[in-house]
């Protein structure tokens, strides 16, 4: 069994900043992913290894950075200029095997998943 585990949700306002982590070890690309109460979850980034490659929404492209402590082995997901769209509860998830560049951020790429960590937005 493999654990996941995040922190560092909570509530800001509009505009404001957040950082998740989760700690990770040894998989082929881990992953942020969101759902909202009533919609679909949806992939929000991922970062494979060994090139590092980062993928993003678009919708959250140029306001959220997925980074990883490789010493820690930890993923990151900085969150700067939040809107109250991007309220929901926030997951990490890990392949053990490399997703297509089209896949990277579907839920079925991803076969370990944390609890989830919610995100307030408020406007």
């Known amino acids: 069994q493999v654990d996941l585990v995040e922190s560092g949700g909570g509530s800001v306002q509009a505009g404001g900043s957040l950082r998740l982590s989760c700690a990770r070890s040894?998989?082929?690309?881990m992953a942020w992913f969101r759902q909202a109460p009533g919609k679909e979850r949806e992939g929000v980034a991922a970062?494979?290894?060994?090139?590092?490659?980062?993928y993003y929404a678009y919708s959250v492209k140029g306001r959220f950075t997925i980074s990883q402590d490789n010493a820690n082995n930890i993923v990151y997901l900085e969150m700067n200029s939040l809107k109250p769209e991007d309220t929901a509860m926030y997951y990490c998830?890990?392949?053990?095997?490399?997703?297509?560049?089209?896949?990277?951020?579907?839920?079925?790429?991803?076969?370990?998943w944390g609890r989830g960590t919610q995100v307030t937005v408020s406007s």
């Open positions: 040894g998989y082929t690309c």
């Open positions: 998830a890990a392949a053990s095997s490399s997703p297509t560049v089209r896949s990277v951020l579907y839920p079925s790429s991803y076969a370990y």
């Open positions: 970062v494979c290894v060994p090139s590092s490659s980062t």
